[in-house]
C-alpha cells in the first residue's frame, strides 16, 4: 500500500483554498465529502510504519511554520481529469520536499525516484472518490476557469501529516507532525 507525506494548512489558509474548491465541486457536482486539501511531499510505498515515523519526527523538528506560494492554476489532462492550485517550487516547500525523498531514499524507502519531475499543487477537484465522473467539456470549462482567476496569494503550511490513501478523513491519519510556531 501507498502512503502520503502531506503538507497541510492553517486554518485561515485552508477556508480561503477551501472556499475556491467547493464553488468548483458545487458547480460541476463532483464530492459528496470533498477531500482534504494538501500539498503532496511524497509517496511511499509499503513502509516500515514505525522506522519511517521516527525518521520524519527526527527531520522535521527544527522546521517552523513556513509560507508557500499559490502561482495560478494547473491541471492534469485525461485520465486525471485534475484542477489543482499550482505551488512555486522554491523556498521552505522544495527544501523540504527534496530533504524527505533524499533521506528515505538512503534508507531504502520505496519513493518517487526524480523529484524534480514533480509539480508541488493543491487538488481541488479530480475523479478520484468523486460521486460522478466529470466530462471532458466539464473538465476543460472548470481548467480554463481556474486558469482564468490567475490566483496568487501566501498559504501558511503548519503540520505535516502520514496518511492512508482513502477518503475518511477520521482513518486515513496515521501521524500528524506539528510544525513548530514562529
Excluded at 497541510?8 to 457536482?29: A, G, T, V, W
Excluded at 460521486?131 to 496569494?153: F, G, L, N, P
Excluded at 503548519?158 to 501521524?175: F, H, Q, S, V, Y
Aim: charged share 30%; glycine share 2%.
Amino acid at each position: 500500500m501507498k502512503y502520503y507525506l502531506v503538507a497541510l494548512f492553517d486554518r485561515d489558509s485552508y477556508s480561503y483554498i477551501e472556499r475556491i474548491q467547493r464553488n468548483m465541486c458545487r458547480k460541476y457536482k463532483l464530492y459528496k465529502h470533498m477531500p482534504v486539501l494538501h500539498i503532496t511531499l511524497e509517496v511511499i510505498g509499503d513502509p516500515d510504519m514505525d522506522k519511517l515515523i521516527k525518521i520524519v519526527s527526527k527531520l522535521l523538528k527544527p522546521y517552523k511554520r513556513f509560507k508557500v506560494e499559490i502561482n495560478g492554476a494547473i491541471c492534469f489532462d485525461p485520465p486525471y481529469k485534475s484542477v489543482n492550485l499550482k505551488i512555486e517550487n522554491k523556498g521552505y516547500i522544495i527544501r523540504l520536499a527534496r530533504q524527505i525523498n533524499d533521506l528515505l531514499k538512503s534508507y531504502k524507502f520505496n519513493v518517487r525516484e526524480n523529484i524534480e519531475s514533480w509539480d508541488l499543487h493543491v487538488s481541488l477537484a479530480n475523479n478520484n472518490y468523486s460521486v460522478r465522473q466529470w466530462s471532458a467539456k466539464e473538465y476543460v470549462a472548470a481548467c480554463r476557469t481556474a486558469k482564468k482567476e490567475d490566483i496568487h496569494k501566501m498559504v501558511t503550511i503548519d503540520r505535516i501529516a502520514l496518511w492512508k490513501p482513502i477518503n475518511n478523513k477520521k482513518e486515513m491519519l496515521i501521524k500528524n507532525f506539528q510544525l513548530r510556531e514562529y
